[in-house]
């Protein structure tokens, strides 16, 4: 029998001895937010002051913010960028807090679809301050996460897969299973975990997938788009469309992954994290391609005994991709006193010199997606490049034909979450689970008039 072609293109993190990961960089502080938009204006020495806010990240993603903005206020002396430093688990409710105020920042990362945003009236339409050959360089596949209508409200720093394969070459090994080429389907995968799991040492597992409903909320509509060949809502949106073969068998999945113990019935480890892959309590671990990032910085040893490859179809499901594209995304408020100079930083660190970029893919370990062609290709000339081929996996086999996440609300994806949680774990047939999550989207419906809303293309 041939062999299926994506899994010839499995990679397997080898030879990598010579590899010398980047290191954990000191965090950089973070200042008090809640300066209005604008705040400021004629500060330093005359120049306008643009207020920027941004997530807490990993070390080195926030020394990169650090010294973009240092690099740019060094730049010029026209614009004079403060960059605030907002822990993540505190962001929606200082971002919710300071608009409400009417002191949201001039311009501030935005993760996720900014259709709701952008219905609320929250974002600067780019396309008014940056120039328009910068914004056409943005990739095709990162056009459906900053674009809408034909007009720019966000520029992606970069895309990410957040549903990647990872596996522990020596455990699959001692069990028998091929380590040189992962799982390519859900029944590839069960069957590896039926000969890993007698070999496991008690409290390890097989795999580490996700588990709760929040975290199959957004980890899974690419698995949702594999098993059925659509996400949660008729292309009109004008009724949920979950109730079929495909989304039952995607939950069944998951409930044999608990019901056999391939899986801990108390995460050992955040999906986002990669503690519990790290220190070797579990053969496959579920997660983003930024995992990678944290295995070379805290657990260096495993470089050489890590597998990466796509996340397995189901049967019959064909090259149809099973993982989701993320996104980081800047955003310039509409209520920004200062749009120009905002633009104008924006421009700068993200449209300008691919050297500003090059640094941030490198420090991440190769785990992320430029938004532009010069970028990728600046990126891959980095001598670092031939040492992570798990960017080849990441750029060439999974992000082109991921899909965007979803720009249907929140509470949609959420309902699906919810029904799989509770089929994983026994509280409910795949049935009645999907009619409560039906009930839920529909009230989602009515309630946001998303017929009106629904894309044209």
């Given at each position: 029998m041939a062999i299926n072609t994506s899994r010839k293109r499995r990679m397997i993190l080898s030879a990598l001895g010579a590899v010398t990961a980047v290191g954990l960089l000191a965090g950089c502080g973070s200042s008090t937010p809640g300066q209005g938009a604008g705040d400021g204006d004629g500060g330093s020495g005359g120049a306008t002051t643009v207020q920027f806010w941004h997530r807490t990240f990993t070390p080195v993603e926030n020394a990169w913010y650090k010294d973009i903005v240092k690099k740019f206020n060094a730049s010029q002396d026209k614009i004079k960028v403060v960059d605030t430093e907002v822990p993540a688990d505190a962001w929606d409710q200082k971002m919710k807090a300071a608009q409400a105020a009417g002191k949201a920042p001039d311009i501030y990362t935005h993760s996720g679809s900014i259709q709701d945003a952008v219905n609320a009236g929250q974002l600067y339409e780019?396309?008014?301050?940056?120039?328009?050959?910068?914004?056409?360089?943005?990739?095709?596949?990162?056009?459906?996460?900053?674009?809408?209508?034909?007009?720019?409200?966000?520029?992606?720093?970069?895309?990410?897969?957040?549903?990647?394969?990872?596996?522990?070459?020596?455990?699959?090994?001692?069990?028998?299973?091929?380590?040189?080429?992962?799982p390519t389907t859900w029944d590839e995968l069960l069957a590896d975990c039926a000969k890993i799991q007698p070999t496991l040492a008690k409290g390890t597992y097989c795999i580490s997938p996700a588990s709760d409903a929040a975290t199959f909320a957004w980890s899974t509509v690419g698995q949702q788009y594999n098993f059925s060949g659509h996400t949660a809502l008729t292309d009109d949106w004008t009724k949920p469309d979950i109730n079929n073969d495909g989304y039952k068998s995607l939950m069944l999945k998951y409930k044999e992954l608990w019901d056999k113990g391939y899986m801990a019935k108390q995460a050992l480890d955040a999906y986002v994290g990669g503690k519990d892959f790290g220190e070797k309590k579990v053969a496959f671990k579920v997660s983003g391609s930024w995992m990678m990032s944290q295995i070379g910085s805290d657990y260096k040893d495993m470089l050489t005994n890590t597998g990466v490859g796509a996340f397995p179809n189901a049967s019959g499901g064909d090259d149809r991709?099973?993982?989701?594209?993320?996104?980081?995304?800047?955003?310039?408020?509409?209520?920004?006193?200062?749009?120009?100079?905002?633009?104008?930083?924006?421009?700068?660190?993200?449209?300008?010199?691919?050297?500003?970029?090059?640094?941030?893919?490198?420090?991440?370990?190769?785990?992320?997606?430029?938004?532009?062609?010069?970028?990728?290709?600046?990126?891959?000339?980095?001598?670092?490049?031939?040492?992570?081929?798990?960017?080849?996996?990441?750029?060439?086999?999974?992000?082109?034909?991921?899909?965007?996440?979803?720009?249907?609300?929140?509470?949609?994806?959420?309902?699906?979450?919810?029904?799989?949680?509770?089929?994983?774990?026994?509280?409910?047939?795949?049935?009645?689970?999907?009619?409560?999550?039906?009930?839920a989207i529909q009230t989602v419906i009515d309630r946001e008039k998303l017929p009106e809303k629904a894309p044209k293309n």
């Amino acid at each position: 029998m041939a062999i299926n072609t994506s899994r010839k293109r499995r990679m397997i993190l080898s030879a990598l001895g010579a590899v010398t990961a980047v290191g954990l960089l000191a965090g950089c502080g973070s200042s008090t937010p809640g300066q209005g938009a604008g705040d400021g204006d004629g500060g330093s020495g005359g120049a306008t002051t643009v207020q920027f806010w941004h997530r807490t990240f990993t070390p080195v993603e926030n020394a990169w913010y650090k010294d973009i903005v240092k690099k740019f206020n060094a730049s010029q002396d026209k614009i004079k960028v403060v960059d605030t430093e907002v822990p993540a688990d505190a962001w929606d409710q200082k971002m919710k807090a300071a608009q409400a105020a009417g002191k949201a920042p001039d311009i501030y990362t935005h993760s996720g679809s900014i259709q709701d945003a952008v219905n609320a009236g929250q974002l600067y339409e780019l396309n008014k301050v940056v120039d328009q050959s910068k914004l056409d360089e943005i990739i095709d596949a990162a056009k459906p996460v900053s674009e809408i209508g034909g007009k720019y409200y966000a520029y992606p720093l970069l895309l990410e897969a957040q549903t990647v394969l990872f596996w522990n070459k020596e455990m699959l090994t001692k069990a028998g299973v091929d380590a040189e080429a992962g799982p390519t389907t859900w029944d590839e995968l069960l069957a590896d975990c039926a000969k890993i799991q007698p070999t496991l040492a008690k409290g390890t597992y097989c795999i580490s997938p996700a588990s709760d409903a929040a975290t199959f909320a957004w980890s899974t509509v690419g698995q949702q788009y594999n098993f059925s060949g659509h996400t949660a809502l008729t292309d009109d949106w004008t009724k949920p469309d979950i109730n079929n073969d495909g989304y039952k068998s995607l939950m069944l999945k998951y409930k044999e992954l608990w019901d056999k113990g391939y899986m801990a019935k108390q995460a050992l480890d955040a999906y986002v994290g990669g503690k519990d892959f790290g220190e070797k309590k579990v053969a496959f671990k579920v997660s983003g391609s930024w995992m990678m990032s944290q295995i070379g910085s805290d657990y260096k040893d495993m470089l050489t005994n890590t597998g990466v490859g796509a996340f397995p179809n189901a049967s019959g499901g064909d090259d149809r991709t099973a993982t989701t594209l993320g996104n980081f995304k800047w955003v310039i408020d509409a209520k920004s006193k200062n749009p120009e100079a905002a633009g104008k930083f924006l421009e700068w660190a993200l449209a300008g010199d691919t050297a500003n970029l090059v640094p941030f893919f490198v420090q991440t370990q190769f785990t992320k997606v430029p938004v532009r062609k010069s970028v990728q290709d600046a990126v891959a000339k980095d001598e670092a490049a031939a040492k992570a081929p798990w960017s080849k996996v990441v750029v060439d086999d999974i992000a082109p034909t991921a899909i965007p996440e979803p720009t249907y609300p929140w509470d949609v994806s959420l309902a699906v979450g919810t029904a799989m949680e509770s089929v994983m774990k026994g509280a409910a047939t795949p049935d009645s689970a999907i009619a409560t999550a039906e009930k839920a989207i529909q009230t989602v419906i009515d309630r946001e008039k998303l017929p009106e809303k629904a894309p044209k293309n």
